[in-house]
C-alpha cells in the first residue's frame, strides 16, 4: 500500500533537513574561510580591481549565500523517493567542498591561477549539480541561481587580479619580496 506524506508531514521532513543543511553549510564554509583570508600582507600589497567591492560585502554576500545554499538542500534532502534525489546531493557536495579549498589556494598559497581552476571547477560542476537538483526540485535550483551567478563573479574578479598583478604580487610571511643583483 502506497501512501503520500501529508503536507504538514513533507513541512516537518523540510524544517528538519533545514535546521541540519543550514548549520553544516555555514559550518563548512566558516571553516574554509580560517585556511586564509585577505588580511595578509600579501593581499594588501595586490593592485585591487576595478571591479573588487568594498570589504564588508563578501561576509554579508557568503552568509546569505550560505543559507540559500542550506535551504536548497534541505528542499532536494526532503523530496524522500524522488528519482536522482541522493545523485544531486553527491554532486552538490563533491561541488561545494572542491570549491571550498579556493580561500585556501588564493589566500593561503597565494597561487591565483590555481584559484582560478578552482573556479573554473566550482561553475561548471554546479551548473551539473543544478541539472540534477532541477530534477528533484525546481525550487532549489531557483535558490541556488544567486549562488552560481556570485561563482562566474569570483572567477571573472580572480582574473582580474591575475591581470592587473601578473607577477602574482610579493610572496613571503612579511610580503616582502627579495632580489639578489650579481
Known amino acids: 500500500m502506497n501512501v503520500l506524506a501529508s503536507p504538514a508531514q513533507l513541512r516537518a521532513s523540510f524544517i528538519r533537513w533545514a535546521l541540519f543543511m543550514v548549520p553544516l553549510v555555514l559550518l563548512i564554509g566558516f571553516s574554509a ?41 534541505a528542499l532536494v534532502a526532503s523530496a524522500w523517493g524522488a528519482q536522482g534525489r541522493i545523485a544531486a546531493l553527491v554532486a552538490f557536495a563533491v561541488h561545494f567542498i572542491v570549491t571550498q ?20 571547477f566550482g561553475v561548471a560542476s554546479l551548473l551539473v549539480a ?3 537538483i532541477w530534477r528533484v526540485r525546481r525550487a532549489a535550483v ?41
Not at 579549498?101 to 573554473?120: E, H, K, R
Not at 556570485?150 to 598583478?165: G, H, P
Open 33 to 73: 574561510g580560517q585556511l586564509g583570508g585577505p588580511n595578509t600582507p600579501w593581499f594588501a600589497g595586490l593592485v585591487k580591481p576595478a571591479i573588487y567591492p568594498p570589504a564588508i560585502a563578501f561576509p554579508i554576500v557568503w552568509t546569505t549565500l550560505f543559507i540559500l545554499i542550506g535551504l536548497a538542500l
Open 142 to 182: 531557483w535558490l541556488l541561481l544567486p549562488y552560481l551567478a556570485w561563482l562566474c563573479f569570483a572567477s571573472a574578479l580572480n582574473y582580474a587580479f591575475i591581470v592587473a598583478n601578473p607577477d602574482g604580487g610579493a610572496r613571503g610571511s612579511d610580503g616582502a619580496k627579495t632580489t639578489v643583483q650579481l
Open 101 to 120: 579549498s579556493w580561500t585556501l589556494v588564493f589566500f593561503g598559497l597565494q597561487d591565483m591561477t590555481s584559484a582560478l581552476m578552482v573556479l573554473g
Open 130 to 132: 543544478l541539472a540534477l
